[in-house]
């Protein structure tokens, strides 16, 4: 699996599928304690759905076994195969025997990762679950899309009242950036949505939290990277929005595709700004969609109203007496035996030149590069009582090797 939470997802399921044949299923997945997952391992496992990198890990250490692997499958397929994910996907492969069965699964599958998947199956059947009679249908399927050229300072408002559209149940909102989602996240709270948000930069157990808060409906926005593009199925997601344009066609089509499933309707709504026109323009060629012209759209203009049947009238904040989500800190922490941890503000800064550090000049390669003159520290001693710190060594001035007093120059 590309993701965690994905492999939690498809082990869940797993489980619920095995219940009377008695299947032992077992995820491993970066981000928890090993311990735990030695142990299940230990214990034996007829099923094991994880991540390469931890999988290789356990593997290296001895815990795992690859040689009686009978049957190999690759969620989300074309991650899985791409320049990221290959080198660890090739390790595995050559580990397992080579009589075995290779099945691969996406709802996308270029020419050049179905080129490149030949190398790991052997007489292969290429099953698309779709209906061809319809175009677009096995792209779009219940889904009522709507694409918008907005402009950046006027999105947190549009995303706003978005979210007050008649029938919304759980939203999920695409955001480019850990920052971006971060920033999304915090102003709809403050705008008194139930939201939380879901990226990389979160410890597995933050990420977990908002998942459940979000399956349980005590939240009801999810903001969150592609990291929770593929894959996750949640019941009841009525909106996706794309907040900033995403990267890809695949992108799009994994993105819009967590609402509107098994049949059931969905809206994704997309904003543009001036700098990503070019991009979308090849998604929407890609995809054969007719938005090559998005309309320039703001927070006031009555087609956004009409379109997605938000009430007139509507502002940028929620109404108190609709404020009936418990929202994320009614979901409980699950102690998971950590790894990661969740990025501190100084960690978030964005790299480069601080604007609050002390500039201090370089001085010459013959003088020291210690201040001339530093103000006297304390430091504590063994009782607790302040005591001069050790004064710093002074530099003889020296001339034609005699040393020179301050007072003679």
């Not at 930069?201 to 929770?228: C, H, P, Y």
Request: charged share 30%; aromatic share 4%; proline share 5%.
């Amino acid at each position: 699996m590309p993701t965690r939470e994905l492999a939690i997802q498809v082990a869940a399921d797993l489980g619920t599928a095995g219940k009377r044949t008695g299947s032992r299923i077992l995820t491993v997945y970066g981000g928890r304690a090993y311990e735990p997952q030695i142990d299940g391992l230990k214990a034996g496992a007829d099923v094991v759905v994880g991540t390469p990198g931890r999988l290789l890990d356990l593997e290296q250490q001895k815990h795992l076994s690859l040689s009686g692997v009978g049957a190999v499958v690759l969620d989300e397929a074309d991650k899985m195969l791409d320049l990221g994910f290959l080198p660890d996907i090739e390790r595995i492969l050559k580990k397992i025997p080579e009589q075995r069965q290779t099945m691969l699964f996406s709802a996308t599958m270029p020419s050049e990762i179905v080129s490149l998947s030949r190398r790991y199956l052997r007489r292969p059947t290429h099953v698309r679950a779709g209906d061809d009679d319809e175009p677009g249908q096995s792209t779009t399927g219940q889904i009522e899309q709507h694409v918008y050229r907005t402009h950046p300072m006027d999105k947190p408002e549009l995303l706003a009242r978005l979210l007050q559209a008649e029938g919304r149940g759980l939203s999920m909102v695409f955001c480019e950036t850990k920052r971006a989602c971060d920033k999304v996240a915090t102003a709809l709270e403050g705008r008194g949505f139930a939201a939380a948000a879901v990226h990389g930069g979160l410890g597995q157990s933050q990420r977990e939290r908002a998942l459940r808060a979000f399956r349980n409906g005590k939240i009801d926005v999810l903001v969150a990277t592609d990291v929770a593009a593929r894959g996750l199925d949640v019941d009841d997601v009525t909106h996706v929005v794309n907040y900033e344009c995403p990267e890809d066609e695949k992108t799009y089509t994994h993105r819009i595709g967590r609402t509107g499933r098994a049949g059931r309707s969905g809206t994704a709504v997309t904003f543009i700004d001036w700098q990503s026109t070019a991009r979308w323009k090849l998604i929407n060629t890609a995809l054969d969609l007719p938005f090559a012209d998005p309309e320039e759209t703001y927070s006031t203009s009555p087609h956004f109203f009409s379109d997605l049947k938000i009430p007139e009238g509507t502002k940028g904040t929620l109404a108190k007496d609709r404020r009936e989500r418990a929202g994320l800190e009614a979901e409980e922490i699950e102690d998971i035996g950590d790894t990661g941890r969740p990025r501190s503000e100084d960690e978030r800064a964005p790299r480069g030149r601080s604007h609050n550090r002390r500039r201090t000049r370089r001085k010459p390669s013959g003088e020291g590069t210690r201040a001339a003159a530093a103000p006297e520290r304390t430091e504590k001693g063994a009782e607790g009582a302040d005591k001069p710190a050790p004064q710093r060594r002074r530099r003889r001035r020296t001339r034609s090797g005699v040393e020179v007093n301050k007072e003679q120059d």
